[in-house]
């Protein structure tokens, strides 16, 4: 890492964080493996903070997905800083579990980023294998502004949560463009960074992100084309069968270098092969496909 002198303050360089890409909080199991159990999540969050392993607050990360310490960080020696493993957790949809188990995080001073659906704010989807009995509201206006108060920060994930890739130009700027309005005017606040539904992105999709006013893009991993950096975003996707250990090891070795970060990312691969061919029968809007 290197440093930079200015007004006697010994300032360390942006670095990188792993980001964390949650979905569901459920006490109950449900069709798609991107949830964990309340238990589950502060088990997580316990054992990253017991290891050193340092959570980031939105205000940290850059534009550009890099991380820019606070000055009021810098108690740190610089060599602690390279030392400690950074994340930042994010959840995609914007359910209404995250509200309701938000003390689970409030109490270890963990915030994040929650990437909301335009059109879905205090409604259910319809994207969900349907489950007798149950419907999954998304958060209400007044639970994503009670979340920004909390210091979280929201993100678009499209405007209907469809397939960004399979749309023809004008429904992705319906998505984009309008999403991102939309969303900022119901909720007042910037909205800055977009996740992709199901992590889907191409060249064309991360054009038309930059030309909606968005900075930066996340990914679930995959990525065709040439994207640039900031519109492809990698994240580590967290499944229910993910122990404490396997968080600390996405965390502490995002590169994948060691016998447990290489199977971490087998075991992601294969989870995300099955969500990509599972996203492949969901629902898609009628209007605004590719020809
Ligand atoms: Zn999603």
Same mark, same amino acid.
């Not at 006490?27 to 798609?32: G, N, V």
């Not at 502060?42 to 990253?48: E, F, K, Q, T, V």
């Not at 678009?156 to 984009?176: P, S």
């Given at each position: 890492?290197?440093?930079?002198?200015?007004?006697?303050?010994?300032?360390?360089?942006?670095?990188?964080?792993?980001?964390?890409?949650?979905?569901?909080?459920?006490?109950?199991?449900?069709?798609?493996?991107?949830?964990?159990?309340?238990?589950?999540?502060?088990?997580?969050?316990?054992?990253?903070?017991?290891?050193?392993?340092?959570?980031?607050?939105?205000?940290?990360?850059?534009?550009?997905?890099?991380?820019?310490?606070?000055?009021?960080?810098?108690?740190?020696?610089?060599?602690?800083?390279?030392?400690?493993?950074?994340?930042?957790?994010?959840?995609?949809?914007?359910?209404?579990?995250?509200?309701?188990?938000?003390?689970?995080?409030?109490?270890?001073?963990?915030?994040?980023?929650?990437?909301?659906?335009?059109?879905?704010?205090?409604?259910?989807?319809?994207?969900?294998?349907?489950?007798?009995?149950?419907?999954?509201?998304?958060?209400?206006?007044?639970?994503?502004?009670?979340?920004?108060?909390?210091?979280?920060?929201?993100? @678009?994930?499209?405007?209907?949560?469809?397939?960004?890739? !399979?749309? #023809?130009? /004008?429904? %992705?700027? *319906?998505? +984009? &463009?309008? $999403?991102?309005?939309?969303?900022?005017?119901?909720?007042?606040?910037?909205?800055?960074? @977009?996740?992709?539904?199901?992590?889907?992105?191409?060249? !064309?999709? #991360?054009? /038309?992100? %930059?030309? *909606?006013? +968005? &900075?930066? $893009?996340?990914?679930?991993?995959?990525?065709?084309?040439?994207?640039?950096?900031?519109?492809?975003?990698?994240?580590?996707?967290?499944?229910?069968?993910?122990?404490?250990?396997?968080?600390?090891?996405?965390?502490?070795?995002?590169?994948?270098?060691?016998?447990?970060?290489?199977?971490?990312?087998?075991?992601?691969?294969?989870?995300?092969?099955?969500?990509?061919?599972?996203?492949?029968?969901?629902?898609?809007?009628?209007?605004?496909?590719?020809?």
């Amino acid at each position: 890492m290197t440093t930079t002198q200015s007004n006697s303050v010994q300032r360390p360089a942006p670095v990188s964080a792993t980001v964390l890409a949650y979905h569901r909080i459920s006490e109950r199991p449900l069709p798609a493996g991107t949830w964990v159990t309340p238990d589950q999540l502060a088990s997580h969050l316990d054992r990253l903070l017991a290891v050193g392993c340092r959570p980031l607050a939105p205000f940290d990360l850059s534009a550009t997905g890099c991380v820019e310490i606070p000055d009021a960080a810098i108690s740190l020696s610089v060599e602690g800083l390279a030392a400690v493993p950074a994340f930042l957790i994010t959840f995609d949809d914007g359910t209404e579990d995250l509200y309701r188990y938000r003390a689970v995080l409030a109490a270890r001073g963990v915030t994040g980023v929650v990437f909301v659906p335009a059109d879905l704010i205090g409604r259910c989807n319809r994207w969900e294998w349907p489950v007798p009995g149950r419907k999954t509201h998304h958060l209400t206006a007044d639970q994503l502004g009670s979340l920004v108060q909390q210091g979280w920060e929201v993100g @678009l994930h499209g405007r209907t949560h469809c397939d960004l890739t !399979r749309l #023809a130009d /004008a429904g %992705l700027r *319906a998505e +984009l &463009t309008d $999403g991102r309005r939309r969303l900022a005017d119901d909720l007042g606040v910037p909205v800055r960074w @977009l996740s992709y539904p199901y992590g889907r992105v191409d060249e !064309r999709v #991360a054009a /038309a992100a %930059l030309d *909606a006013g +968005l &900075t930066a $893009g996340f990914t679930l991993g995959t990525v065709v084309g040439n994207v640039p950096a900031p519109m492809a975003r990698p994240r580590r996707p967290v499944y229910c069968i993910d122990t404490s250990a396997d968080l600390v090891a996405k965390v502490s070795d995002p590169a994948g270098a060691t016998l447990a970060g290489r199977w971490q990312f087998w075991k992601e691969g294969a989870s995300h092969a099955v969500g990509r061919w599972s996203g492949g029968w969901k629902r898609q809007p009628a209007v605004g496909k590719r020809s």
